[in-house]
Structures are given as structure tokens and as C-alpha cells.
């Protein structure tokens, strides 16, 4: 192609680029160039001394060039050539397939393996100057990264990748010159001194010579791909060799044994699929397989293999073969055939029968060459063998008769044969192709196919009368004289068992289903039921079982039958079976009505009822399309056969109507079945069915149809509504029925109240089902006071005292402080309900239990109700309440925790104490201030104070202990000035008075507390307070003034009269006298309450009623206070602006309107005067402020009473909050 001339000396070596785009050459003038494939030359580079090698990296343009003393490592992308130096010559390199690492064999006998960057990974020394160094192919088969060396001391050895030896070095008697790998790794190909081209195994096995030549053969290569090897030597001849591997296999049953790698045996099992690989350590020449034998033929000996005899049950498709004998001779034979104790060895036109020692104990000799031998079995020492020649006689041969015997004379050359299972019949292919089947008794021709084209044929070991053959890739299937059935095969067939067909494909052995079903519906065509039931034993579809069976029923061919109905566990036909038994053995089994049944079970049912009606079995279609629930076809029947009848089968034809619809209702079918019942008038069943689809149109249509005397269908219509929330068409139902308690449930249920409520305004009687589910739905929307009363009406006040329980607990839970008073007082008015009316002295010990109760929970709601400014000021980054309410507040808790021996959930004592003490020192009480730092010190502060109060107490030290004047408290009985904080609690030091608290400032109120007489009433005490004073004329003057009315809560005013102060220190006045009397309570009798002005006094109610109510004097005029139900005092303005604040009242939470312009006084007492008086004496508006709404006192045990003032006058008296 090119002749190119670049070098000035011999060319040493050539190398050509992965891409094939590039090649380079090295010669002895110590240069390399790199040629494009047209020749053309791109690039020159040298070295020191002659170029010795060159290779290209497999996996890129990186090429290596080697020298006597050095070798360069080149690619494109390098600017110049990097060179390292070798401790010997290099004579030969290669690179590992993934272009990493390079080996470099050299005349000192070392291998130095190289990675890609030049540096030496392993140095491996091998016995003299390494010729040749290759590494091994990736393949399936080849061991990754090994290296083969040959070396000049007439060894080969095979390394791995670190260095270490793989295998023992084979000595070959002969120095190598090239070593290349061959097919997938598996073998070498080694040229050398000998003057040959050998192939070997990588274990040193030798297989063959590939050539011979007269000089010494210097280079030795395979073609990619090709079984072919290029041949270079020293005479400068250049030749190509093709080498041919044979198949060498045998095959017996199912048991099909082949040569692989040349040296191995592989014994394959073809059903299970089982293998088992035999290491010969040669190569294998021939292969012979008869029962539990295995022949193997080598170049030196014989080895004969049997499986393993445990003495146990052996496992049919156990693989486990030992050496049974070794013939230790070399045998030269075309063909190689195993008995049980016997080999046959073909010699052209003579067989030779030896034991397994060698012995030679008898020839035959034929005419023609031996083609095909075949084993056909017989007993041990006497086995008999078809031989087929190539002038196309087929003789048999027995191990133990002398004289073969001629079975058939065919026309051409055998090619291969076989013999069918019963011995009868034998078949051959010829060389043209063609298959003929000869009767082995007569010798006859009984079946031939010249369409040419078949290799191999082989008859079925489990049916007699099966014969296969393949060729053109197809396997053609003749079974008795039925067609020839076809399926696409590639290979040659080499066995058939059952229904699975052995074929043979470049040297691999396969399995090929073979389908059955044509050969059992031939067999059964003609009725040979037995032949069909045989050939499905050998593999068929469910569906070709039941198709034998079914025949064999209809020819009453009850044992087939029921074979094939037991392969499949087809109960239903094996059940037809027994009552068809049970039928003949009572000689009831009619040809007719049987056939009906058996076309039945096939689902041909209108044959299977012309079958019964020609037997004159109606009633058995009749019956049969019933139970298919095909009553359209039972009917036509049925009228048929009444008609037939005369009439009388009119009752079969209603039975069917009546199944139709049950048969509806079971397939779910309700609205054709609800239909049926309607028409029939079974109002029940239509009505459920109705109910159940939910077909409220076709429900009311029913419901309309009803009498009064179908109550109960009724009330199922009306449950059914209820059930869909159609309450319009309920209510119809209930009220045909005349159930209100029904249609009240149904309101219930629907959470239409306002209708149930209406239905008990009729209904009184009634009410009780009404109000405990309407609190349970308005608790559960949050509407927790009406759902009190709700229960109060249902008489379940438990219900009411366990949620208001579990309101109480989430709310200490949530922090929610004034939610939880709220809660708690709710709580001690449920009590003070059930304890209404009642003495004090006549409660049973669990009343004085409701009691005690009573009053702790009553505590607790003021506790959480203060405490709430507390936890606020603390846990809120925005404070909402003055420095002196929250010190008032702080004041107000340390005297209730006083006298508690616990503290509530909740509550901490800490947060108190650290309002105490941040505000306290705002408004200069540095006293308390103190105080308030020295008892968190014995406390566990919250981790985010306790530095903050640490350094505070330090430096309160530094402050005066006073408080501020202006911040101590003075007693409104004895005038002097007390403590913030003392032992006493919320009361006066000297005279031991209580202090009345504003519930909005905390602040105290101008409140002196007195008692009235023992021997006067409740209701006597209100008469002679209401009454007026004796004294006409009033010390305060005419200024005027009058009652305010906020939300029916009265507000008294003091005039521009006498100084209370005055009254205080007016001795010939009682009451005064007392207040002067310290730590004794004031006793007002009959003659001080009458003189007491009515507008002076304030009546703050117990809320139960076992405990008395408190009165109180105002005694500053310019301070109007106010009680609420709960009993809590206020300043009236602090009180009202509160209210219109938060647009309720701030303890008991009732609602106010600021639109409302006057606010009806509540619901008097009979003690008190009549409603019209009470008009009368002028219940006003307060002044410049809307009157708070009236609510509702009918829960409370005891509402403050009130006292209306003198006309023209005001009052200080204080009335509750409604």
C-alpha cells in the first residue's frame, strides 16, 4: 500500500494507534516517527541508542518506545518526551487493557511494570532475558491483569499485577521468541527456537501445534475475532493458519456432556439444569455417556467416571461423578461409545469392543465406513447398538453376539439414527438431508420426508409413537400419521423426552417446550381417549386435560375422565363424575340427560338444556338456569313447560319471580329488587332495599303509599330519611306515625333546635330529651355559660360541674389565670345553687363538705383572678397595668397566701415577690422592697431572674428602710397608718378592721365593717336600713343628689353635707362610740341600723346561702362604690370604665351595652319593696355615663339587695351587678 522512507537505518518495530489513524516506527538510527495512516509523517523524536520496541497505550495516543538503557513515554499533549532510565535492555513491553500500568521485559531477566506517568510498581525477576512480555485480554474467561512471560531459558510464567506468580512456570524445552494470548484468554499461542507455533493452555497444557516452519518463528498473533493466526519468521515468510475446534460432546437421556476450554468436561443436566465441570488436565479427544457412565478420551489414556454410590436412594439428577477406572493407553478412534462395562471404538470400517482394562474382546467388521453409532440399551453385558454405514445399511449389534444384524437398507449414507421406544420402528437421516422411518421387524418404509434439509433426529424416550428432527432451523414433530407439526429451532436435536426437545447449538446444549395439544386433539378425533391421555402425560395445558376429559365423560370413558380431572383438581367435575357413578350404579344413568349435565359443567348451558329437554328433563334446565340466575331463560322454560302442562306450572313460574328478586338483592342489584318488592307488595323488604341505596324519591313514594296500620315500616322510612338528613319527608313520616318523640329525636339529631324546642312548648313532658344533648352541643361550640343552664334544665348539674372541672384545668394548664377565677366562681355558684335556701346549722356533713367547697373555690377565683395582672406584667414584653395597682395586687396576694396552707396550681410565690419588688422600688417602698428581695433569697427564682435579683437585693441594702408615706394605707375606722405588708394580713394593725379592696385598682375602699344584732334577721336588717333616719332634716344640706343606676347596679353619692370625719369623732353618736372600741366588732342594733342613712350602707352578699352577708359603712361621700354579684367591691367610676372597656363586667364576665340609656333595677326580693316603690324612688342613670345592660341574677344564691335612697339625696349605698 505504502512504501515510506523516513528511517536511516533497520526499522525495529512498528506500532499502530487504538483509532488506527496513527502508527509509529522505531529504528536503529535511535529515532521515532509517528505516521498518519496515508503515510504521511507528523512527528520525529529520538533517543540515545537504536529503538528497541515501541507499543501504543490501548486506551489513548500514548506510545512507548524502549532502548537499551531507556524508555520515553510520548502523547499529544506533552511538549516533550518524558524518559526514564532501565537497569537492562528492554526486548519487549505491553500495556494492561486499560491503558494504566506498562510492562517492560528486559535482557537481565527482569519484568519492571511501569505505571502511565513512568515509575516502577513492581520489579519481577524472572530466569533469563525476557523475550517476551504480554498481558491478558478482558474477557469472560482470562484472569484480569496477568502477565505472560516467556524468557530464553525456555520457560513461560504467568504473573499477576503485584508481582506474585500465578501457577507454576512450564518448562518448554525451547527458548520463546513471542507469547500471545488466544480466543477469550483461555490460551496461548508461543513461537520460538523450535521452529514452531504451538497453542497451550495458560496452565501449560499442550493442545496442538499450530505450524511448523525451517527457521525459528519469531512472531506468532491471532486475527480479532477469527480462529486464525498470522505467523511471522526469521526467513521473512509471513503465513496465515486457520484453526478448527470440533464439537466433542455426548449425550444419554437427559444427560449431555461437552468439552469446554479444551481441557474440561462440562455434564450437564438438561431438565434441572444442573452442572458439574470435570478438570482433565488435557486435552479431551473424545466423550462418551451411557446411564450412570462417563468415557473421556485423552491423548495418553482413557478415564472413565461414575456416579457417587452412597448406598443410598441416589437423586435422578444428582451430579456427582468419581473416578471409577483409568485405561492408562492411547487410543486411536474416529467414534467413542460407553455401555455399562464396555467401549466401543469405531476404526473406520471395523468396531472394536474393549473392557474397561483394555482388553480387546471382539471386532465386527463391515463393508463401509461406520457413520453413526447408537446405543439402544439392554441388560449389563449384553447392550445392543445400531451402526449406520455409508452405504446407507443399518445393522444392529449385540456387546455379546459376534454377528451384527441388518435391520434396513437405505439408499444413501447414514447420517444418524435412532430407535423408537418400543423397539418397532427406526429412523434415519441421510446426507441429503432426507428422513425416513423403516418397521425395524419387516424393514419396511413407513413414514419419509425428502424435503431435505435435516441433521439430526431422536424419538421420544416416554412415547412411542413421537419422532423429531431438526434442520433449517426448524424442529419438525411427527407423532403416529398425524401432519407434521413445526416450531422455529436453531441447531441440531440431539434428544427428546416428554415434551422438551435437547438441541445442540454451537456447543451449547438447550431445552425446547413442545407443544402437545395438536397430537391430544388428533388422538382425540378419533376416540383413542387412552393414546390422548398418554400424550398429555407428557406435558399439556389445563386446558388439553380438560378437553380429554370432557370427551372421555361423553363417551363414558369414566376412569380417563377422571384422571384427567384429578391432574387438574377440578372438583366440580369430579363431582359430576361420582353422581354419573352413583347414577349407573343405580341404573338411573341416562345417555341424554348425562350429556345435559356434561354440557352444563362445560357452561354450554343452551345445549346442555336442549340436552335435558330431548331426555324429557325440563325441570333440570329449568333448575339449572335458576341457579345461574338467568331468569329470564328459566322463565321462557318454565312457560314453555307450563303451557306443555296444561297450566299446571304456573307456580313454578311465580317461584321464579320470587328467586329473581332474591337473586337481585344477593348481586347487589337493589333498585331492580326494591322494584320487585314493590310490586309484590312487601313493603318491608322495598323499604329496606330503599333505605340501603339511598333513593330517597322512590322511599317517599312508598313512605305516601303506607296505611297507619304499617307502623313499623313507617318508622323504618323515617330512620331512613333521618339517616340521609332529608327531615322534611322524616317529619312527614313521624308525623303520620303520630311519634313526637321520634320527630323530637330527629330535631335533636339534625341540631335544629329551634323546631325541638317547639316541639316541647306542645310537649312538656318531653323537655328532658332535649336540653342535655343541646349542652352537650353548646359546649361543644364553645358556649360554655348557656350550656351551664342547659344542663341545670336536664337536671344534670354533675355534667355542668365536670366541664366547668376541665375548663378550670386547661385553663391553670394554659396560663390563662383569669380564665381559671372565672371559672373557679362559676364553679362555687353551681355550689351555692345546690345549696340555696338552706341554714347553716341544718346542712348534712356532705352540704358542710359543699360548704368548705364553696369557699375555697371562691378564694381561688379571686387568687387567679389578681394573679392574672401578675403572670402578665412577668411573661409580657408590654405592661398594661400601673406600678401602684400591681404593688396593690402583690399586697392583696401575700395576705391571701397568708392564710392558705397551699398554694394554688400555678401560682408562684416568686413572681409575686419580684412584682413586689420591681414596682416597689418605682414608688420608693424600699421597705417592702427589701422584704420582698430577703424572701426570694429561700426561693427557687426562674433561671432568667435570679442574677437580675441577686445584684437587686445587694443593692437594696443601700436604701433607706421606709416606704413612701404617700403609699401606706389608712384604716377607715381608726384613722391610722399601717404597714404595706404585716403579720396581720389585709387588715388594720391597731384595730384590727379589714380592708376592703377595689376589684379593678386593688386599692383600699372607705368601707368600716359592722354586724347586726344576734337577735335580728337578715330580713329585719334590710327592713330597718331601708327605713329613714329620724331626723328630717339632713346634716349634709340640700345640695341634693340621688341613686345611679348602671346596668341596675345602684351607686350612691355623698352631698356637700357634714364631714364623715365630723361623725367619727362624735361620741353621743353609737355608732362612732364603737369604731373607737379596737379588735372588737361593731354590733348595730335595732335603734343604729334605723339611724344609719340608707344611702351610707353597702350589703355585699355571701353568694350562698348558708352564709350570712357582710355590711358595710361608706364613709368617704366622694367615693361611690359598687358590689357585683360575685360579692366583689369597686370604686363605681373605676367599675364603670371597666365595663366599657371590655363591654362585659370584670369579674362575673356579663355582658353591657353602652347604647342601652336606662337598665331596669333586678328582680326584687320578696323582702324587698315592690318593684312599683321601688320606681318610684327615681333609679336613674349615672352621671355621664350609658347604663350597663340588666342581666340575668336567676342563677345566683343570693342577689345583694338594694336600698333605694331618700328623694333629692344621694346615696353611697351600693347594689349589685345584674
Known amino acids: 500500500l505504502h512504501s515510506l522512507k523516513g528511517h536511516k537505518d533497520a526499522v525495529y518495530g512498528v506500532s499502530y494507534a487504538r483509532d488506527g489513524k496513527n502508527f509509529a516506527s522505531g529504528a536503529a538510527d535511535k529515532t521515532v516517527i509517528i505516521w498518519t495512516d496515508k503515510g504521511e509523517g507528523v512527528l520525529r523524536y529520538s533517543h540515545g541508542e537504536a529503538i528497541q520496541c515501541l507499543a501504543y497505550s490501548p486506551r489513548g495516543p500514548q506510545l512507548a518506545s524502549a532502548t537499551a538503557s531507556d524508555f520515553g513515554l510520548w502523547s499529544p499533549e506533552q511538549k516533550a518526551v518524558a524518559k526514564h532510565r532501565v537497569t537492562g535492555k528492554v526486548l519487549s513491553m505491553s500495556w494492561t487493557n486499560d491503558g494504566q500500568f506498562l510492562a517492560l521485559g528486559q535482557f537481565d531477566g527482569c519484568v519492571s511494570v511501569r505505571d502511565k506517568s513512568g515509575g516502577e510498581k513492581v520489579k519481577i525477576q524472572a530466569g533469563g532475558p525476557c523475550w517476551s512480555v504480554r498481558w491478558s485480554p478482558e474477557t469472560r474467561r482470562a484472569e484480569p491483569n496477568v502477565l505472560a512471560v516467556g524468557c530464553w531459558d525456555g520457560t513461560l510464567a504467568f504473573y499477576n499485577l503485584n508481582g506474585s506468580q500465578a501457577g507454576e512456570t512450564k518448562r518448554l524445552g525451547y527458548d520463546p521468541c513471542d507469547v500471545s494470548f488466544f480466543g477469550e484468554g483461555d490460551c496461548v499461542v508461543v513461537a520460538g527456537a523450535n521452529r514452531e507455533a504451538r497453542l497451550a493452555t495458560v496452565a501449560g497444557v499442550h493442545l496442538g501445534v499450530v505450524c511448523a516452519k525451517k527457521s525459528w518463528v519469531w512472531c ?692 409575686v415577690l419580684i412584682t413586689l419588688a420591681t414596682h416597689g422600688e418605682t414608688l420608693r417602698a424600699h421597705k417592702l422592697v427589701r422584704f420582698a428581695y430577703d424572701k426570694l433569697q429561700s426561693l427557687r427564682v426562674p433561671k432568667q431572674y435570679a442574677q437580675k435579683v441577686d445584684l437587686a437585693c445587694v443593692l437594696s441594702r443601700a436604701k433607706p428602710f421606709t416606704d413612701a408615706e404617700e403609699l401606706l394605707p389608712m384604716c377607715f375606722r381608726c384613722g391610722s397608718t399601717n404597714p404595706l405588708v404585716s403579720g396581720k394580713g389585709d387588715a388594720c394593725v391597731t384595730c384590727g378592721g379589714r380592708f376592703v379592696r377595689s376589684f379593678v385598682t386593688f386599692e383600699h375602699l372607705p368601707l368600716v365593717e359592722f354586724e347586726v344584732a344576734a337577735d335580728i334577721s337578715k330580713k329585719e336588717a334590710r327592713r330597718l336600713i331601708e327605713e329613714e333616719p329620724p331626723r328630717v332634716e339632713s346634716k349634709r344640706g340640700g345640695g341634693g343628689g340621688g341613686g345611679d343606676v348602671l346596668g341596675g347596679d345602684q351607686k350612691m353619692f355623698f352631698d356637700d353635707g357634714e364631714n364623715p370625719a365630723d361623725a367619727m369623732l362624735n361620741l353621743e353618736d353609737p355608732f362612732a362610740r364603737q369604731m373607737a372600741e379596737t379588735h372588737a366588732p361593731i354590733v348595730c342594733d335595732r335603734e343604729m341600723l334605723r339611724a344609719l342613712p340608707p344611702g351610707d350602707v353597702v350589703i355585699k352578699p355571701s353568694g350562698c346561702s348558708p352564709l350570712p352577708p357582710r355590711y358595710f359603712r361608706v364613709m368617704d361621700p366622694d367615693a361611690p362604690v359598687t358590689v357585683d354579684e360575685a360579692g366583689n367591691a369597686y370604686e363605681a367610676d373605676e367599675y364603670e370604665l371597666a365595663c366599657l372597656e371590655r363591654g362585659r363586667t370584670p369579674f362575673t364576665r356579663k355582658p353591657v351595652s353602652a347604647n342601652a340609656e336606662m337598665a331596669s333595677a333586678p328582680p326584687p326580693e320578696p323582702d324587698t319593696p315592690p318593684a312599683k316603690e321601688a320606681e318610684a324612688r327615681g333609679w336613674g342613670v349615672a352621671r355621664g355615663v350609658a347604663a350597663v345592660q340588666k342581666m340575668d341574677l336567676a342563677g345566683a344564691s343570693e342577689a345583694p339587695k338594694v336600698v333605694p335612697g331618700a328623694a333629692k339625696a344621694r346615696s353611697r349605698r351600693a347594689v349589685p351587678i345584674s
Open 220 to 911: 506468532a498473533r491471532q486475527r480479532p475475532g477469527a480462529n486464525a493466526v498470522a505467523v511471522g519468521c526469521e526467513d521473512g515468510s509471513v503465513s496465515m493458519h486457520t484453526l478448527s475446534f470440533g464439537t466433542v460432546h455426548g449425550l444419554y437421556h437427559d444427560r449431555y456432556a461437552y468439552r469446554d476450554a479444551m481441557t474440561d468436561v462440562v455434564v450437564q443436566h438438561l431438565v434441572s439444569e444442573r452442572r458439574v465441570r470435570i478438570k482433565c488436565g488435557a486435552l479431551v479427544l473424545k466423550i462418551a455417556v451411557y446411564k450412570d457412565k462417563l468415557a473421556v478420551q485423552l491423548p495418553d489414556r482413557v478415564v472413565l467416571y461414575a456416579l457417587l454410590d452412597d448406598g443410598t436412594d441416589r437423586d435422578p439428577h444428582d451430579m456427582q461423578y468419581v473416578v471409577a477406572t483409568t485405561l492408562r493407553r492411547a487410543l486411536e478412534c474416529s467414534l467413542l461409545v460407553a455401555t455399562s462395562d464396555r467401549l466401543i471404538l469405531c476404526q473406520e470400517k471395523k468396531l472394536q469392543l474393549l473392557d474397561f482394562h483394555g482388553r480387546l474382546e471382539r471386532e465386527w467388521a463391515f463393508d463401509a465406513t461406520v457413520r453413526y453409532i447408537k446405543v439402544t440399551g439392554g441388560p449389563p453385558g449384553g447392550e445392543g447398538a445400531l451402526v449406520g454405514l455409508k452405504d446407507g445399511t443399518i445393522v444392529k449389534i449385540f456387546v455379546d453376539q459376534p454377528f451384527p444384524v441388518t435391520v434396513v437398507k437405505h439408499a444413501r449414507a447414514v447420517k444418524c439414527l435412532d430407535l423408537s421406544r418400543d423397539r418397532r420402528r427406526v429412523a434415519a437421516v441421510d446426507d441429503d438431508g432426507a428422513v425416513a422411518v423403516y418397521d425395524a421387524e419387516t424393514g419396511a418404509l413407513v413414514y419419509e420426508d425428502k424435503r431435505g434439509g435435516a441433521n439430526s433426529l431422536a424419538w421420544n424416550t416416554e412415547f412411542d409413537d413421537m419422532l423429531c428432527y431438526s434442520g433449517n432451523g426448524t424442529l419438525c414433530v411427527r407423532t403416529a400419521d398425524f401432519p407434521v407439526q413445526t416450531q422455529s429451532m436453531n441447531g441440531f436435536v440431539v434428544g427428546f423426552k416428554g415434551s422438551k426437545a435437547f438441541c445442540l447449538h454451537q456447543s451449547s446444549a438447550r431445552t425446547v417446550d413442545v407443544p402437545q395439544s395438536a397430537s391430544v386433539a388428533g388422538f382425540l378425533a378419533r376416540e383413542e381417549h387412552d393414546l390422548a391421555y398418554a400424550v398429555a402425560c407428557l406435558g399439556v395445558t389445563e386446558g388439553d386435560w380438560r378437553l380429554i376429559g370432557v370427551n372421555a365423560l361423553d363417551a363414558m370413558r369414566l376412569d380417563v375422565a377422571r384422571k384427567c380431572f384429578v391432574r387438574v383438581r377440578d372438583a366440580k367435575f369430579l363431582e359430576l363424575l361420582n353422581f354419573v357413578e352413583r347414577a349407573a350404579r343405580r341404573g338411573e344413568a341416562e345417555t341424554g340427560a348425562l350429556r345435559g349435565e356434561a354440557l352444563a359443567y362445560q357452561g354450554l348451558f343452551q345445549e346442555a338444556a336442549k340436552a335435558f329437554a330431548k331426555a324429557g328433563k325440563v325441570e333440570r334446565a329449568m333448575e339449572m338456569f335458576s341457579d345461574l340466575r338467568q331468569f329470564d331463560e328459566a322463565k321462557a322454560w318454565a312457560e314453555e313447560h307450563a303451557a306443555g302442562a296444561g297450566g299446571a306450572g304456573d307456580g313454578a313460574v311465580r317461584e321464579f319471580a320470587h328467586r329473581q328478586a332474591e337473586w337481585a338483592e344477593e348481586v347487589s342489584d337493589y333498585a331492580a329488587a326494591a322494584e320487585m318488592y314493590v310490586q309484590a307488595k312487601q313493603w318491608d323488604k322495598a323499604v329496606a332495599l330503599l333505605g340501603q341505596t339511598d333513593n330517597r324519591d322512590k322511599l317517599a313514594e312508598v313512605m305516601r303509599a303506607l296505611g297507619e296500620g304499617d307502623a313499623e315500616t313507617l318508622r323504618a322510612c323515617a330512620g331512613h330519611f333521618a339517616r340521609l338528613g332529608d327531615v322534611t319527608h322524616a317529619r312527614e313520616a313521624y308525623n303520620k306515625l303520630g311519634d313526637h318523640a321520634g320527630l323530637l329525636e330527629l330535631f335533636v339529631q339534625c341540631e335544629r333546635w329551634d323546631d325541638a324546642f317547639g316541639v316541647v312548648r306542645n310537649r312538656p313532658s318531653l323537655e328532658d330529651r332535649v336540653y342535655l344533648p343541646y349542652a352537650a352541643w353548646l359546649a361543644d361550640h364553645d358556649r360554655f355559660d348557656e350550656a351551664r343552664g342547659a344542663y341545670q334544665r336536664a337536671g344534670k348539674a354533675e355534667l355542668s360541674r365536670r366541664m366547668l372541672e376541665q375548663l378550670t384545668h386547661n385553663a391553670v394548664l394554659e396560663r390563662r389565670f383569669r380564665d381559671a377565677g372565672y371559672c373557679y366562681w362559676l364553679m362555687s355558684d353551681e355550689i351555692a345553687t345546690v345549696l340555696k335556701g338552706k341554714k347553716r346549722e341544718a346542712l348534712s356533713d356532705a352540704e358542710r363538705d359543699d360548704l368548705e367547697r364553696f369557699q375555697e373555690f371562691k378564694d381561688r377565683s379571686e387568687i387567679y383572678y389578681a394573679y392574672h395582672l401578675v403572670h402578665r406584667a412577668m411573661d409580657e414584653p408590654f405592661r398594661t397595668s400601673t406600678p401602684s395597682t400591681l404593688l396593690n395586687v402583690g399586697q392583696f396576694l401575700l395576705a391571701k397566701f397568708a392564710s392558705r396552707d397551699e398554694m394554688p396550681p400555678g401560682v408562684s410565690l416568686a413572681y
